[in-house]
Every structure is written in structure tokens, then in C-alpha cells.
């Protein structure tokens, strides 16, 4: 049999090495993150869920005195790379609420100036210093594009919010090129009425030309030992599909359940650490991850929902990339019901537009909620006062991620595409 073939010319001694390498420093990267989750400044940004308790304790759930059901609360993971620090400040800005929890990170191809500056941000916002509710990651992973390490990233991101956060319901990951299109009072208002176990993400065992470009190659991630970004190592041998569990596919961008989170981080049986391993060499493992766990483990399959509420527009075939939206996909976007879209362009006049008609977001602020107080016109900041937290007031939007979320969960769809 011919020897693979690497860059380097590596020989197979090379080749086993790297390999197990590989599932070394994945482990251990995730063993670090679960023990040490490392911020700019730990006295600025360490606190628990008690800080938070107040919330529910002072002002009470707002939809309990209503006879509603409770609030949700959502974990975001906002990530982004050199130049995003911008558009991850005016993405938290769009999702901000006080209910939620946010973590930022800037991957290590950003300067330690810009992580700072995005640090020093959010210690300066007098609304995020009092709710303590943001993380920014002090110390950036390395992520390289359709590597293992972006799986990774966020791992780290969900080990963090596991330690540091007890009390919240979904974890939404986005990147900087990701944006609302619905205030996050939405959001909470029609997922308050959702078993809190569905997991949301698009997948399909049927992975056609996948099989071949994504499972069948054998990959190795030099962002897993080198502290430079680049493209990873292809062997020329190939393996062959697993028989010991099936193989789900789909896109990276989720909406997870704390209990499935917590699964996959403490791993109580070993389908987590060995499906881990297997995605270590893995072409794109985050379309993959995921979506063959919940899949391939009797306490979680029945809980997916065949949609990662996202709009995309995709190219034309194969349909593997995503185009830029514009304000000619406005429309589009609004009718799709889904309450988030990718992918923007910085600064593209289609956001300038979504703030304006969708978020009521003006300037350099958050967007407003049920927990906004200001009144008086001559103030542009419409939550520079602010009431009860744990107030929402949903807009027509709402209505809009209703129908989806109805359709979403109809007979005729729901367990139909489960794990299929």
C-alpha cells in the first residue's frame, strides 16, 4: 500500500503520530477548558448564577404573575477572527438582554489589542457591568477553517458557560457575519412555551457527496500544535464509514439544550469522547458533531428539530457556501419566520435596515425590550433607564417565528425528520 502523502513528506511513522496527536491535544484542550475558562481580566468577568438570582427574586418572572409560562433563559457563543471585533460588538448589542448570557471570543489570528478593546467595551457599558452577564475570552484558541479546532472552540465556549452560568435553558452559537432579525423579547416569548429538550439543527444521514469530501479523507488539524492559522493536512489514504454508529450531517449553526450540552462535556457514557476522537481527523466536524451524537443515542434522538433557525440564501450548486444578503433578500428574510440570518457583509446597508424596521435599534445601542423604561423623545438610548428584566414585549415578529415553530413541529414534519 502507498504511503500517505503530506506536505512534509511524512512517512507513516509520522502519520500514526500526528494522528494521535491529534486526539491528545483535543482531549486535553477540552480537559483545560473545563477546568481553567480564561478571561481578560478574572476579577472583571468571573461571577455565577447567583448575581443573576435577583432577576426572578426581585422582580419576579413576568409571565408568572400573568399565568404564562417561565422565561427561558439563552447562552450565546459569539465568535469572530482578525477585524471582527466591530461586528461582534454591534452583534451583542443587537442580542443583548439581561436574562441571557453572552461569551465572546476572538480567535488567536485577532491581536491581544483587539481582544482588549472588545474587553474594555464591555466593562465600560454601564448596563452589562450591572447584570454581569458578558464573557469575553481572554486568551484566544487557535480555529482553523473546517478543522477540528472549531468544534473545539465551542466546547470551550459551552464548558464555560456550564461553570459559570447554571441557569440557562438553549445555547445558540453565531459568528460575526450572523445577525438578528427579531428582538430577543421574541424570542423568549414563544420559546417559553417549548418543551425546554428540543434540540434545533438541520441534519440528514443521507450525505450524499459528503461521503466522499467530508467522511471518507483523513484530515490533520496544525492548529491543534502550531500557534499559526493555516489549511489542513490531507493523507492520501482513506477510511472507511464506521459501523459501530451512523453518520449524521448538517449545518454547524445550532440551538442546543443544556442537558444534551452537559452530556457531551461530562460524556456519562463514552459516545460523546468516542465520536470526539472520530471527528478529530474530520473534513468541517462542526456540520457533523453534534448532529451524531443527539442522533445516535436513545435519550436525545427524539428531541431534534430538522431547522438550525437560521435564513440563508446559498450559492448556486453545490450549495456549499452561503451568499452575502443584501437588502434585495429583505424581504425574504422577514417572511422566513427564522430568527436569525447569515451571511452579512460588515457593515452591508441591509443591517442599517434590520435595526431600524426589525430591532427598533438606533445608533450604537442595545436593542430595546420590555425591560426598556426610557420615554422621553430626546433621548436616542431607549433603555438608559430600565425596568423589570423580566418583562418582555413581543413585537409582530413574534407571530412570525410562531408560524415557523408551529410548522416546525407539525405532525406531518416533526417526527418525520427526527434522526432520519
Same mark, same amino acid.
Given at each position: ?6 506536505? %512534509? ?93 453572552? $461569551? ?29 452577564? $458578558? ?96 489549511? $489542513? ?21 445550532? $440551538? ?21 476522537? #472520530? ?9 457533523? #458533531? ?9 435519550? #436525545? ?27 434585495? %433578500? ?91
Amino acid at each position: 500500500m502507498k504511503k500517505p502523502h503530506f506536505p %512534509h513528506y511524512l512517512d507513516r511513522k509520522w502519520l500514526l503520530l500526528l494522528l494521535t496527536t491529534s486526539v491528545l491535544f483535543l482531549l486535553l484542550l477540552l480537559t483545560v477548558t473545563l477546568a481553567q475558562p480564561r478571561f481578560s481580566s478574572p476579577s472583571d468577568f468571573a461571577y455565577d448564577q447567583r448575581q443573576l438570582a435577583f432577576l426572578d427574586r426581585d422582580f419576579g418572572d413576568g409571565n408568572d404573575r400573568l399565568g404564562l409560562p417561565k422565561l427561558p433563559r439563552l447562552a450565546y457563543s459569539l465568535t469572530g477572527t482578525k477585524g471582527d471585533g466591530p461586528q461582534l460588538r454591534r452583534l451583542l448589542q443587537a442580542l443583548y438582554h439581561p436574562r441571557n448570557y453572552y $461569551v465572546l471570543h476572538l480567535d488567536l489570528e485577532a491581536s491581544d489589542a483587539e481582544r482588549l478593546e472588545l474587553a474594555k467595551y464591555v466593562k465600560s457599558e454601564a448596563l452589562i457591568e450591572r447584570f454581569k452577564n $458578558v464573557m469575553v475570552v481572554g486568551k484566544g484558541n487557535l480555529v482553523t477553517y473546517k478543522g477540528p479546532t472549531m468544534i473545539a472552540s465551542t466546547l470551550h465556549a459551552v464548558a464555560i458557560l456550564l461553570k459559570k452560568s447554571k441557569d440557562w435553558d438553549w445555547f445558540i452559537n453565531l459568528s460575526s457575519s450572523d445577525y438578528p432579525l427579531m428582538p430577543q423579547d421574541d424570542i423568549l416569548h414563544i420559546f417559553s412555551y417549548l418543551p425546554r429538550d428540543l434540540n434545533f439543527l438541520e441534519h440528514t444521514s443521507n450525505i450524499g457527496w459528503k461521503e466522499n469530501q467530508r467522511a471518507r479523507p483523513i484530515i490533520i488539524d496544525p492548529g491543534l500544535y502550531h500557534t499559526k492559522k493555516s489549511g $489542513v493536512f490531507w493523507a492520501k489514504e482513506r477510511r472507511s464509514m464506521p459501523a459501530s454508529f451512523k453518520l449524521f450531517m448538517g449545518s454547524e449553526w445550532v $440551538v442546543l439544550t443544556k442537558p444534551f450540552l452537559e452530556f457531551c462535556i461530562w460524556g456519562w457514557d463514552n459516545l460523546p469522547r468516542t465520536l470526539l476522537m #472520530y471527528y478529530t481527523n474530520f473534513l468541517s466536524s462542526p456540520e457533523g #458533531y453534534f448532529h451524531t451524537v443527539v442522533c445516535n443515542h436513545k435519550d #436525545y434522538q427524539n428531541t431534534t428539530v430538522n431547522h438550525d433557525l437560521h435564513y440563508l440564501k446559498w450559492d448556486k450548486p453545490p450549495k456549499q457556501n452561503p451568499v452575502a444578503l443584501t437588502l434585495e %433578500h429583505f424581504d425574504e428574510m422577514v417572511q422566513s419566520g427564522a430568527p436569525f440570518a447569515r451571511r452579512f457583509a460588515k457593515d452591508d446597508p441591509v443591517l442599517n435596515k434590520i435595526d431600524n424596521e426589525l430591532l427598533r435599534r438606533s445608533g450604537d445601542r442595545f436593542t430595546p425590550g420590555g425591560w426598556c423604561q426610557e420615554t422621553s423623545v430626546l433621548h436616542k438610548d431607549k433603555c438608559l433607564v430600565y425596568g423589570n428584566p423580566n418583562v418582555v414585549k413581543p413585537t409582530i415578529s413574534s407571530k412570525r417565528l410562531e408560524k415557523l415553530i408551529v410548522k416546525l413541529l407539525d405532525s406531518d414534519n416533526f417526527r418525520l425528520k427526527q434522526c432520519k
